[in-house]
């Protein structure tokens, strides 16, 4: 895979896969992605996330040039997963909901990307006040109440996405920071607080990848140019 300093790619995983796909992705797990797999109670979310990790895996091994198997990965103190060895600059992140996983993949550049299934009747004020900024919470509910649960799963997925860039996890608080999220505005970040990161080195990306999810991109970068792609486990393209 081709990948220039200034392009994002997002990875459209679906996690419904036949028992012979999984048998293969969970192939290239190690020891590590296993006992951490097994932590999960349900069957469901283990299938999950065997899947989502082991097409990581197929996918990062077509931009490093090697087998699935043999790519090693650390963590940051916050629990954010590198490349141990990382030669051509790669950096990643993955995020799954319900049925798809999205993996991002940028060279040289800071990245985050998150996607949730867009829950319904839910008492969206509520949690926003609990977690957004006083200006998000404003332009929430400034917005029709049809229009608000989407508004509200775009805000959060674009200040998921965004945290998961900074690689510093729940330790930056969510309220400290701005995202556009309204319909009828531009996803962006607006503002920062208590922090040495400048606005205008960051990007929020909309990411339209399905009906009823959320997902959004956030990249240390002045100019992107964004390219999605859907993983197949036969040719990975």
Known sequence: MDLERDELHIWHISLIQSQDTIETLASHLDENEWAKADKFRFETERLNYVISHGARREIL??????????IKFKENYY??????????????NLSHSHEIALLAVAKKRRI??????????????????QFFSTSEIETLQSLPRNLRTKAFF?????KEAFIKAVGQGLSYPLKEFSVAFSP???ARLISLENTFLKTENWQIIELNIADDYASAAAIESKKTET?????NCSNNT
């Open 79 to 92: 629990g954010k997963p590198f490349l141990r060895e990382n030669k051509k600059r790669i950096y990643f």
């Open 61 to 70: 091994a077509k931009y490093l040039e090697c087998l699935p198997n043999v």
């Open 184 to 186: 009828f505005e531009r």
């Open 154 to 158: 775009d805000c959060w997925t674009r």
């Open 112 to 129: 985050g990307v998150d996607i949730e299934a867009i829950r319904k009747n839910f008492d969206e004020i509520n949690i926003a006040e």
């Open 227 to 231: 390219k999605l792609f859907v993983w």
